[in-house]
């Protein structure tokens, strides 16, 4: 997986968790507490499951990166 780039919403850097696939929007999802999600309007629209980027930025590189398998070519 890739690092999500941040959306810059009123001076906040945030990310929505439908940038993410399904499986890794309902990890960070499970791990938030009930009430982080955060409803922002954006170009006339309003977001609502946005998280605070410095939030998934933690996640990211505590949790997702080490749950990731790395293999060598002489794994295969």
């Keep these: 997986m890739t690092k999500l780039i941040p959306l ?3 001076g906040q ?3 929505q968790l439908s940038q993410l696939t399904i499986d ?3 990890d960070l999802r499970s791990w938030l507490p009930a009430d ?3 409803k922002l ?3 006339g629209m309003e977001l609502n ?3 605070p980027f410095e939030t998934y930025n933690y996640w990211f ?3 997702h990166i080490q749950s990731l398998e790395y ?3 002489l794994d295969f």
Excluded: G, P, W, Y
């Design 8 to 10: 810059m919403i009123k």
């Design 71 to 73: 293999h060598t070519i």
């Design 36 to 38: 982080s999600l955060q």
């Design 49 to 51: 499951d946005c998280v």
């Design 13 to 15: 850097k945030v990310i």
């Design 41 to 43: 309007e954006f170009q």
């Design 61 to 63: 590189r505590t949790f």
């Design 24 to 26: 890794q929007a309902n």
